[in-house]
Nanobody
Framework: QVQLVESGGGLVQAGDSLRLSCAAS????????MGWFRQAPGKEREFVAL????????SYADSVKDRFTISRDNAKSTVYLQMNALKPEDTAVYYC???????????????WGPGTQVTVSS
């Protein structure tokens, strides 16, 4: 049974940093794309970042480029999202997802975690 479990969310002030973790289990993800998405209240779930597990190739939404970094630890089957210079508009529930293919749309992802709340106060 595939499981993705996010952790590391919390309440921070603008300008602070947080690191989210996504522990993946239940299968080998070496051929998968791992993605981070977020959903703010009243808004659609949106793409944040992705990482191709096999190659390490990454891609970011323009809104987080140069502030967020996605990475992986193969030994721990864990994907991270390092978030720096956080802004109030980054406030959302952050979701980890896994796709057999690749892409920036939610429908392209096969597995999802339950999400972790990130709140950035001004």
């Amino acid at each position: 049974q595939v499981q993705l479990v996010e952790s590391g969310g919390g309440l921070v002030q603008a300008g602070d940093s947080l690191r989210l973790s996504c522990a993946a289990s239940g299968r080998t993800f070496s051929t998968y794309t791992m993605g981070w998405f977020r959903q703010a209240p009243g808004k659609e779930r949106e793409f944040v970042a992705l990482l191709r597990w096999s190659s390490g190739m990454t891609s970011y939404a323009d809104s987080v480029k140069d502030r967020f970094t996605i990475s992986r630890d193969n030994a721990k089957s864990t994907v991270y999202l390092q978030m720096n210079a956080l802004k109030p508009e980054d406030t959302a529930v952050y979701y980890c997802a896994a796709a057999r293919g690749s892409g920036t749309y939610t429908y392209q992802y096969n597995y999802w975690g339950p999400g972790t709340q990130v709140t950035v106060s001004s």
